[in-house]
Nanobody
Framework: QVQLVESGGGSVQAGGSLRLSCVAS????????RGWFRQAPGKERERVAG?????????YYADSVKGRFTISQDNAKNTLYLQMNSLKPEDTAMYYC????????????????WGQGTQVTVSS
């Protein structure tokens, strides 16, 4: 049984930082694409960042977060991270961890597994 469990969300003021974590269990080698998505009230879910687990450096960032967010992974701990700096009120959303198989995270990929989400609220 696959589980993705996020943590690290919370409320911060604009300019602050948070680090999200996602502990995965039950995933196989075929789910080699991991990422973070977010959904704000009334908006569609959007890709935020993605990474391949092969360590080849294949990553993706939405234009809105480039230079502020960093995705990383600790394969030994089966944990995915999202370091979020210089947070803005428009970053407020529910953040979801995701996993699936893909050739590259640079283009939209099929998410096979979702976490339950962790809320991030940024106040001005």
């Amino acid at each position: 049984q696959v589980q993705l469990v996020e943590s690290g969300g919370g409320s911060v003021q604009a300019g602050g930082s948070l680090r999200l974590s996602c502990v995965a269990s039950g995933l196989t080698y075929s789910s080699d694409c991991r990422g973070w998505f977010r959904q704000a009230p009334g908006k569609e879910r959007e890709r935020v960042a993605g990474i391949k687990t092969d360590g080849g450096g294949n990553t993706y960032y939405a234009d809105s977060v480039k230079g502020r967010f960093t995705i990383s992974q600790d394969n030994a701990k089966n944990t995915l991270y999202l370091q979020m700096n210089s947070l803005k009120p428009e970053d407020t959303a529910m953040y979801y961890c995701a996993a699936g198989g893909c050739l590259t995270v640079a283009i939209p990929w099929y998410v096979k597994y979702w976490g339950q989400g962790t809320q991030v609220t940024v106040s001005s």
